[in-house]
């Protein structure tokens, strides 16, 4: 099973931080954001990942190499000088990552959850990580009933970032910009995508603040 990390965004909200260095290579822990997801990935058996890049991408790929020192083999997916968007991004690597289903991973988030080889059910086109509400996004994203997603209902959890997608969920896009969302909203409607709540740590490591606060709690684990 192959995964992607998305980590071609600009990280407007984590100025002035972002402009000299991207994202994904901030640290936390101890640890940039980006090789938190790496380790996992590669504990969970996953040896073959691709990240796409834009913003200051080459600073990433010169940072984590071709994957040797993590225990997995590392492509890059170049979006050029600006960035295709979650959708288009996946779009643009899809001839890397294969036919068959494929985790995602948001390289903007911090998430404790077990990888692991994940086969979709026969037409399932996407499984999603769901997880509480944090404060601040309290109304949520999709309704989890019964192990299926769906993009409207009464109580709500928050997509975290992590998924196992399957190919065919992009089967009538085409290249370009475009966002995720849609695509998963219109097979949510299908009864086409699956989930599961995760209740351990995760932070949307989406503010400078929540960046301290994370890596706080970090490293008052690691010195206990």
Not at 68 to 85: C, F, K, M, P, T
Request: negative net charge.
């Amino acid at each position: 099973m192959k995964a992607m990390i998305l980590a071609a965004g600009r990280g407007e909200r984590m100025r002035p931080l972002t402009d000299s260095v991207p994202k994904p290579l901030l640290a936390v822990g101890g640890r940039s954001l980006i090789e938190h997801h790496i380790d996992a990935l590669a504990s969970a058996g996953i040896e073959e990942l691709v990240i796409n890049l834009a913003w200051r991408g080459d600073e990433i790929r010169d940072f984590l190499g071709n994957g040797a020192r993590y225990g997995l083999a590392i492509a890059y997916s170049d979006e050029g000088s600006e960035a295709l968007e979650t959708g288009g991004g996946i779009y643009q690597a899809l001839s890397m990552l294969g036919s068959d289903a494929f985790w995602l991973v948001n390289a903007d988030v911090y998430c404790e959850f077990n990888y692991r080889q994940l086969s979709l059910d026969a037409g399932v086109l996407g499984h999603l990580i769901m997880v509480p509400n944090p404060g601040h996004h309290p109304d949520g994203d999709f309704c989890l009933d019964r192990g299926r997603l769906h993009s409207r209902g009464k109580e709500n959890l928050t997509y975290s970032g992590l998924a196992v997608l399957h190919p065919g969920l992009f089967k009538d896009s085409a290249p370009g910009k475009f966002p995720l969302a849609p695509l998963l909203i219109k097979a949510m409607n299908q009864h086409a995508i699956s989930g599961e709540q995760f209740d351990g740590l995760w932070v949307d490591v989406g503010t400078p603040e929540r960046l301290g606060e994370l890596d706080k709690l970090l490293s008052d684990r690691r010195s206990e």
